[in-house]
């Protein structure tokens, strides 16, 4: 089983949007977390020990409270437009050993050969995996790919036990490496530029007669 990240959290019972805005002067997070076919569960947790832990993509959570346990992923969170602090929090708790869909996104590394670029055309993947090996990220080797050269979702080297999610199209391009046209661009106009001087050597010994 991967580390997870705990968070002590105490269950509330009162709601509301001052219920919420008494919480967060208090530095305190509303959260719920949600169980398939079972009441969800209404909690309150520490804002900055959570905001901190929030920025681990695809984290898998131990949640303590009232001397209870649960194992849970974030399932959305929901922030100021603003502030850009967090204002709620819905988890969904899961089971050792269980496998869930994630959506995770996709870094390139590398240098492609010469004015080449790689493009990502897929931010995010959603993949399936043990909730005790969820990726954080795909990265993309392109280092030495050529012009015209594209990576497509069958070809991206996953992690050991991280497979596609079975709705993914695996002939659709993840990355794209190509010349940019204002690269192409100006090593086009930079020719007839380096044309010039060896033309103007031409006509030098005529002018010397």
């Not at 832990?53 to 131990?62: D, K, W, Y």
């Not at 708790?93 to 050969?113: D, Q």
């Amino acid at each position: 089983m991967a580390d997870t990240i705990t968070l002590k959290g105490e269950v509330r019972d009162e709601f509301g949007k001052g219920v919420a805005r008494r919480m967060r002067v208090a530095q305190q997070i509303p959260a719920t977390i949600y169980a398939g076919g079972v009441q969800p569960v209404f909690i309150k947790l520490p804002m900055r020990e959570t905001t901190l832990a929030l920025r681990r993509t695809n984290a898998l959570f131990t949640i303590e409270f009232d001397n209870e346990s649960k194992m849970a992923v974030v399932k959305d969170v929901q922030r100021n437009p603003v502030k850009r602090i967090v204002e709620h929090i819905d988890f969904y708790e899961v089971k050792a050993g269980e496998k869930i869909e994630v959506s995770v996104p996709v870094f390139v590394e590398g240098t492609p050969k010469g004015a080449a670029v790689a493009f990502v055309d897929i931010q995010e993947l959603t993949v399936r995996a043990d909730v005790s090996n969820l990726p954080e990220r795909i990265v993309i080797n392109v280092e030495g790919l050529t012009d015209g050269t594209k990576v497509f979702a069958k070809d991206v080297e996953l992690p050991e036990g991280v497979e596609l999610d079975a709705s993914t199209n695996t002939e659709e391009s993840v990355v794209t490496v190509e010349v940019p046209e204002d690269a192409s661009e100006a090593t086009a106009a930079a020719e007839p530029a380096a044309a010039e001087p060896a033309a103007d050597a031409e006509a030098a010994p005529e002018q010397a007669a």
